[in-house]
């Protein structure tokens, strides 16, 4: 998808190929998913995040991962210092396979948090998107202060 795409959020979703919930593992479920007990700052549902991925324009690698993480920890007004280290601790030492963070992803979701932290809308990960899945990618990044 390039920045000019005129694709709605539903389209664009629909075509998407990222992990089902089946597929991942119970401690990313625990920090990351807003139905845990355990959930962190930012914490977001499956689909919302998919809709990051999309709005950010980012594919599913790692390092794609840690900034999508990065920018929707950075844009919650409910993250704290300690949500980062955690997410940090956890993401390093106890995550996964694929799932776990090298320094180097770490200094990604770093990226992602100042970008999360200066978009022009707060909260996206607890925005209901139902509302404007029909409206293009292009117009909800302009929107959402994602185009720059």
Excluded at 16 to 32: M, N
């Amino acid at each position: 998808m390039n920045r000019t795409s005129t694709v709605s959020l539903a389209t664009a979703y629909a075509v998407l190929e990222g992990d089902k919930p089946s597929e991942i593992p119970w401690i990313v479920w625990l920090f990351e998913n807003p139905d845990s007990p355990l959930a962190l700052g930012g914490s977001i549902s499956l689909r919302n995040h998919d809709y990051m991925h999309i709005l950010l324009e980012r594919g599913f690698s790692p390092e794609d991962e840690a900034f999508v993480l990065g920018v929707t920890m950075g844009n919650d007004s409910r993250t704290t210092w300690f949500d980062y280290l955690i997410f940090k601790c956890v993401a390093h030492f106890l995550y996964p396979g694929v799932y776990r963070f090298t320094a180097e992803h770490l200094s990604i979701f770093d990226t992602g948090v100042a970008l999360g932290k200066s978009l022009a809308v707060r909260d996206l990960n607890r925005y209901d998107f139902t509302r404007i899945e029909m409206i293009s990618v292009r117009t909800l990044q302009t929107i959402f202060g994602i185009d720059g």
